[in-house]
Nanobody, 118 residues
Framework: QVQLVESGGGSVEAGGSLRLSCVAS????????MKWLRQAPGEGLQWVAG????????DYADSVKGRFTISKDNTKNTVYLQMNSLKPEDTGTYFC???????????RGQGTQVTVAS
């Protein structure tokens, strides 16, 4: 069955960096667009970034553009989210999911928590 396992979250100071990873299994990863979503405390899911199946044409929400980078390694069945210049408003649970976006649908993993202190 489809499995998505996120990792790499943590607590950082504003201005810091984190790299999230999502290891996928149970489907043809190399043929699947992937996206990152996040959910801030008390809020709904927000699309963060998407990338095409072959690792091309990344796109980002305006709130993270220029700070976050999505990438995809089809040899490792893994999608990454490099997050730089983190802000307190980036705090939340981050999920990977199948699809490009900017919708927030699709099966997600359990998520990884990111906390950015001011």
């Amino acid at each position: 069955q489809v499995q998505l396992v996120e990792s790499g979250g943590g607590s950082v100071e504003a201005g810091g960096s984190l790299r999230l990873s999502c290891v996928a299994s149970g489907f043809t990863f190399s043929a699947t667009h992937m996206k990152w979503l996040r959910q801030a405390p008390g809020e709904g899911l927000q699309w963060v970034a998407g990338i095409f199946a072959r690792g091309l044409a990344p796109d980002y929400a305006d709130s993270v553009k220029g700070r976050f980078t999505i990438s995809k390694d089809n040899t490792k069945n893994t999608v990454y989210l490099q997050m730089n210049s983190l802000k307190p408003e980036d705090t939340g649970t981050y999920f990977c999911a199948r699809g490009y976006g900017p919708d927030t649908g699709g099966q997600r993993g359990q998520g990884t928590q990111v906390t950015v202190a001011s």
